[in-house]
């Protein structure tokens, strides 16, 4: 169960009070602990994730598009790719105190599931889901300038981030890797493109973006993401 140290951090550093505490513990809850304990009447946090991530990405955009006039959309979107790739969200779940609030089965718990990037990426996207629900999007951007949009402004998400370079760097440690960008769809209206990434011929990731170009780039960012 979420700690009382928690939610008065919660209460004490960002000034939320959850009205509906079943959304908070439902947001800190893995499948694996609800199959276990289905007698609590938690339900695990994946549909918040759901919501939380879709939440995540609007609230981050409106904030680049505002605060960030001289970019254009391709390094908008690199930057917004940044914040919300696995590593930014696990990160700010880690700083903020999520992993010892998860509540786990025994398997997983086990496995160290509780320091798992993916697994801290979906908590953080709950949590915002349920802070969504419970008190709407003001409170989550409130939340978002006390912790996420500070780095921003810090420069910690530079959209001149080269995803494709560094995965190139990533995967040819060892020796030559054939790195392929494979363009599966092109959509007119509005311009939308899809790339299949393959590396030695083995699928990776796909990525999506307005031109071929931003599309190779969030490839390169998604495979980037799986191999860490």
Known sequence: MVS???I???????????DNKKLLEEAFTHS?????HPESGIRDYEKLEFLGDAVLELAIS?????NFTSLNEGEL??????????EGFAEFAYKFGFPAE????????KAGARSRKTLLEDVFEAFNGALFLDQGMDAVEHFLSLTVYPLIDAGKFDASRDYKTDLQEFLQQDGPVKIEYTVLREEQTPSRFT???????????QGQGHNKKTAEQDAARAALARLN
């Open 4 to 6: 009382s140290k928690f």
């Open 195 to 205: 790339v299949q990434l393959k590396a030695d011929g083995h699928i990776l990731s």
């Open 8 to 18: 008065n951090q919660l209460a004490e550093k960002y000034k939320i009070k959850f």
């Open 102 to 109: 998860i509540n786990l089965g025994r398997g997983e718990e």
């Open 62 to 66: 409106n904030y680049l598009y505002c």
């Open 77 to 86: 979107t690199r930057m917004r790719s940044n914040i919300v790739d696995t």
């Open 32 to 36: 694996s602990y609800a199959n276990e």
